[in-house]
């Protein structure tokens, strides 16, 4: 579906180019800031199997629900997946609400999605991110006393 996009100027970038063709700055645009992708995962290597915790990466902070360090997150989070256009197939446990998910299934982006309201704090009025909903790494123990449904929650839930 996306790569039969076509670039139509009346459309927004999202609509008609394919999630490998877009600049840095739209790709980066997509985020909607909502951290959960920042939330550690429990993956069970005999099922794959992933659950979400409420506990968060120690570079995320849990109020602005953005990376501390986003330019080095990688080399200080050695687990920390780097989310490209040839990686979102084999990641997945990207949430339903996820704008590179969305975008890579055909599917349109929510009312509010920043991009869509001009606001970045609509994904948070909207109740989809993590603020005041995760806690901080330092803080959690043990991550299987912490495992939540909420991350992955249904597309038709949101907002």
Avoid at 26 to 48: A, F, M, N, Q, V
Avoid at 58 to 71: N, V
Avoid at 129 to 142: I, N
């Amino acid at each position: 579906m996306a790569a039969a996009r076509q670039e139509r100027k009346d459309e927004p970038f999202w609509k008609t180019k394919p999630l490998g063709r877009m600049s840095l700055e739209e790709w980066e645009s997509l985020c909607d800031g909502c951290g959960k992708c920042c939330l550690h995962k429990i993956e069970y290597e005999d099922t794959r199997e992933v659950e979400y915790t409420e506990v968060a990466c120690g570079l995320l902070d849990i109020g602005a629900c953005r990376c501390t360090d986003y330019a080095h997150r990688t080399a200080r989070v050695p687990d920390c997946v780097q989310l490209t256009p040839g990686t979102l197939t084999s990641i997945g446990w990207l949430p339903p609400t996820c704008a590179y998910r969305l975008i890579s299934e055909g599917k349109d982006l929510f009312d509010w999605h920043p991009l869509i309201s001009g606001d970045p704090e609509s994904v948070h009025r909207a109740g989809v991110s993590v603020r005041g909903r995760c806690v901080a790494e330092r803080d959690a123990g043990d991550l299987e006393d912490h495992v939540v449904e909420w991350p992955n929650e249904d597309v038709d839930d949101a907002g």
